[in-house]
């Protein structure tokens, strides 16, 4: 579902992404991880052309360039990170904004578009917000209705950006297990996490990128490994295993070993 070939991004004189290579296939949920600044977002923005990017970006099979803009922003669905919300428009018609690309939205509602709204409420458990204010709403309650705003568009390809970062941790296991679902149904799902754990977890796949670069790329069993934790992310952490997978508590920073 989607292809990158030697993808580099280079923002204000910087290189940002250093020639990426990716594939991804149908129905993957994969997890993108590395420190702060290493290029995760600027990844994800690539992928959905928010970013300019060389190299060869392939998405559903179609060469990015190609394809119109209404066609890219039927096939990937972008969660951005922060959750933004400066205007006091109902959560109703919020996620109704990711049914535009279809020719629906706000007060133009087409066949489909209020199944797909109500769908996408009721999955990131928003039904009960969907008439009030979105400024009025906690961060954690924004996080979801903007996820929701995301599935309502009924993308083949789905980008979420630190999608839990706001949430408590019941909300934090809902949605990674409605983004798990979501890619069971079908849909390819990359998402940035900082959650060793809930990435290890979830993901049925792990990308570690640092400095601009995929330095890691496999099942989290493998990925996860105490040199990778120590080089990549510069901490110690304690390895346990649960129902055949990884639990991860980072405990020592390399500052910490040295005293």
């Known amino acids: 579902m989607i292809e990158l070939d030697d993808v580099s991004v280079r923002l204000a004189g910087r290189i940002v992404l250093d ?11 994969i997890a993108v991880i590395g420190p702060n600044g290493a290029g ?6 690539a992928i959905a052309g928010l970013a300019p990017a060389d190299g060869r970006i392939q ?3 179609q060469d990015a360039r190609e394809m119109s803009g209404t066609t890219r922003a039927r096939t990937v669905a972008y969660l951005p990170q922060g959750n933004i919300a400066d205007w006091p428009i109902s959560v109703r018609d919020v996620v109704a904004i990711g049914r535009i690309p279809h020719g629906g939205g706000p007060g133009r509602e087409r066949e489909g578009d209020a199944a797909a709204v109500a769908t996408a409420l009721a999955a ?3 039904v009960h917000l969907a008439e009030r204010p979105i400024t009025e709403l906690s961060s954690g309650e924004r996080a979801r209705v903007m996820l929701a705003r995301a599935l309502a568009v009924q993308a083949t390809i789905l980008l979420a950006d630190e999608p839990i970062a706001a949430l408590d941790p019941a ?3 809902g949605v990674l297990a409605l983004l798990e679902r979501t890619a069971a149904s079908g849909t390819t799902v990359l998402a940035v996490l900082h959650d060793l754990t809930l ?3 979830f993901a049925s796949r792990i990308v570690v990128i ?3 670069r995929i330095v890691a790329d496999g099942p989290p069993q493998k990925v996860l490994d105490e040199a990778l934790l120590g080089r990549v992310f510069g901490v110690r952490a304690l390895h346990l295993q649960h129902d055949g997978k990884p639990v991860l508590v980072p405990w020592l920073t390399q500052a910490d070993l040295r005293r």
């Open 19 to 29: 020639r990426v290579s990716l594939r991804s296939s149908k129905g993957e949920l």
């Open 40 to 45: 995760k977002t600027t990844l994800l923005r």
């Open 59 to 61: 998405l559903a099979g």
């Open 124 to 126: 990131t458990d928003a």
């Open 171 to 173: 909300h934090q296991l």
């Open 199 to 201: 990435a290890a977890r």
């Open 210 to 212: 640092d400095d601009g």
